[in-house]
């Protein structure tokens, strides 16, 4: 079986406005829309996509996170995922525990290709293809824009910051995805019904022999500083006088 | 005392002003003493560039063929071999730090510290989480390796004027061979590169065709800026990917920077936080940009523009 394996975190809607906790211990997500992370929603739909093109036979989407988690492995389902692996923690892992309950699967799933977001942009910390890939001793590929698989390889361009950078990795990798890789489709009605039959596994991180919670302390989480509001010229003039005024032309 | 070591990034003949910048944010950890590692094909050219950097007490050297492009699962073993005897090891959160700290860090055991914006002591630092939205002070554990990618945009670059000692290092570990570079292809613009230019010119969905972002260039060569866009720009096809400036694209800290057509998203905003002076020009008085610029201006940008470009001569 030529298996694919996507990771689904669940995450706040990335159009909600993210207030802090007055106590400073977290950000507010009580009653706050909850989505897939959008770049694993593009790391799905590449998953799809190879399968569509005949080149994989399952996709299998796993999440780590709260019960809820479900409902993103149900969307998950719903674009067109075969099966679900829900690890259900209440705890907030660190990225190397995310990577080692991936690793435990990986091992059990035997994937040529594990797909991944770049960054969940809630944590925002970009580490678990990386550390995966290095857990099972395999290539890796970060902010991938283009992926071709052909003959146990694949050609991945990935986004870097002079430009495109173009790799030739052999398979199994773990590879991460970035905007650019692909447009997600649409969930159609049927579809949702659909994957209401399709399987989702629960498990424990005690079945991967992973720890809860993170070695890492949050001592605080603070609003970030906020620009003060500033002038408003009426004319290129007076934007040029302030300018030089500021010493900047 | 805190040991810490900086990888550097290069491209075989010039170091990254990133590097410099990841030197500064380690001299803020107490107590440090600073090494940087330089891997590469031929150091000849990088090494003393290293060992040129104030407050830098040697420069370990690892020359190999096979460290001639800055693949992660080459560097990494390599790293992490090294880092034997370091209490942190530190990166630019560029693309290329982002891609080899985290799996230094697997291989050392430990979760990284990514985009370190401030330390607040050996093992206590300020980073951005929700695409900058909030900042969290995390504290990581004493009895272990820190490594970490340092937010470039937040650490000025550190001096010249040091004389750092040049040493050569093997690390004597086996490298893989399942990845292999094939291409980078990147803007050959003659313009300063984005990330570390002090001036920037960005201009946004309203300027409505590749033909008419041609005025942004027009203003950036006049003024010697850089050229940025914003993800709408982007996505339309007006300017290549990496021009992008925002949360998805490069964060930037420029002394002056124009959005222009730019309506001031969440994501473009994370991007600039830190930019010095923000200049706003945009046709609509409510957009978001205005509340977070310097100096605003409302209008046409089609005609405030060129006639920018010409007072600024």
Redesign the interface.
């Known amino acids: 079986m030529r298996r694919i394996l996507v990771g689904v975190k669940r995450v706040v809607d990335y159009n909600v406005r993210i207030r802090v906790k007055p106590d400073n211990t977290g950000v507010i997500t009580d009653g706050v829309k909850m989505s897939i992370n959008p770049f694993d929603e593009i790391a799905l739909e590449e998953a799809l996509r190879i399968k569509e093109k005949g080149l994989a036979d399952e996709v299998v989407a796993v999440g780590i996170g709260p019960g809820d988690t479900q409902q993103q492995l149900r969307t998950a389902l719903a674009m067109g995922a075969d099966r679900a692996i829900l690890v259900q923690t209440d705890t907030a892992l660190a990225p190397l525990s995310v990577a080692k309950v991936f690793q435990k699967i990986a091992e059990t799933e035997q994937p040529f290709l594990v797909l991944l977001g770049k960054q969940a942009i809630d944590d925002d910390n970009g580490q678990t293809a990386q550390m995966l890939a290095t857990l099972l001793d395999r290539p890796q590929a970060v902010s991938c824009s283009k992926i071709e698989v052909a003959d146990g390889k694949a050609t991945v361009t990935r986004e870097v910051d002079a430009g495109l950078e173009t790799l030739e990795i052999d398979l199994p990798a773990v590879l991460s995805v970035d905007l650019r890789l692909n447009e997600p489709r649409y969930v159609k009605l049927p579809d949702i019904m659909k994957a209401k039959k399709k399987p989702l596994d629960t498990k424990g991180l005690a079945d991967f022999g992973v720890a809860e919670g993170s070695p890492f302390k949050t001592v605080k989480v603070e609003p970030p500083p906020t620009r003060s509001k500033g002038i408003v010229v009426k004319d290129v003039a007076e934007l040029v006088g302030a300018l030089k005024q500021k010493g900047l032309v | 005392m805190s040991k810490i070591l900086v990888v550097a990034e290069h491209d075989g003949a010039k170091l990254n002003a990133s590097t410099l910048k990841s030197v500064t944010c380690a001299s803020k950890v107490p107590g440090a003493a600073i090494d940087v590692l330089v891997l590469a094909a031929d150091a000849s050219a990088v090494a003393p560039q290293a060992a040129a950097i104030a407050g830098v007490g040697k420069v370990l050297v690892v020359e190999n063929p096979a460290n001639k492009e800055p693949?992660?699962?080459v560097f990494?073993p390599q790293v992490a071999k090294l880092a034997a005897g370091y209490t942190h090891v530190f990166g630019p959160s560029?693309?290329?730090g982002?891609?080899?700290l985290?799996?230094v860090?697997?291989?050392l055991?430990?979760?990284?510290?990514?985009?370190i914006m401030a330390v607040e002591g050996a093992h206590?630092f300020k980073r951005?989480?929700?695409?900058?939205?909030?900042?969290?002070?995390?504290?990581?554990?004493a009895d272990?390796p820190v490594v970490a990618t340092v937010r470039v945009a937040s650490f000025e670059a550190a001096a010249q004027g040091g004389s750092a000692a040049v040493e050569k290092a093997d690390p004597g570990v086996a490298l893989?061979t399942?990845?292999?570079?094939?291409?980078?292809?990147?803007?050959t613009s003659g313009r300063p590169d984005l990330?570390a230019a002090s001036r920037v010119v960005a201009g946004g969905r309203a300027l409505g065709s590749a033909e008419n972002f041609q005025i942004i260039y027009s203003l950036a060569d006049k003024?010697g800026a850089a050229v940025g866009a914003s993800r709408a720009a982007v996505d339309a096809g007006y300017v290549?990917?990496?021009l992008q400036v925002g949360q998805?694209g490069?964060i930037i800290a420029p002394?002056?920077y124009f959005a222009i057509g730019i309506s001031g998203a969440?994501q473009h905003m994370t991007g600039i936080?830190d930019a010095r002076?923000?200049?706003a020009i945009n046709k609509d008085a409510e957009a978001p940009i205005?509340?977070?610029?310097?100096?605003?201006?409302?209008?046409d940008l089609f005609a405030?523009v060129p006639?920018?470009e010409k007072?600024?001569c």
């Open positions: 693949l992660a699962a990494a560029t693309t290329f982002k891609d080899l985290p799996r860090a697997a291989l055991g430990v979760s990284a510290v990514t985009d206590t951005p989480i929700y695409a900058g939205n909030a900042i969290l002070t995390v504290e990581v554990p272990a893989p399942h990845t292999r570079f094939v291409s980078r292809s990147g803007a990330q003024i290549p990917n990496d998805t490069k002394e002056l969440i936080k002076t923000i200049v205005f509340e977070s610029a310097d100096i605003g201006l409302v209008g405030i006639e920018l007072q600024l």
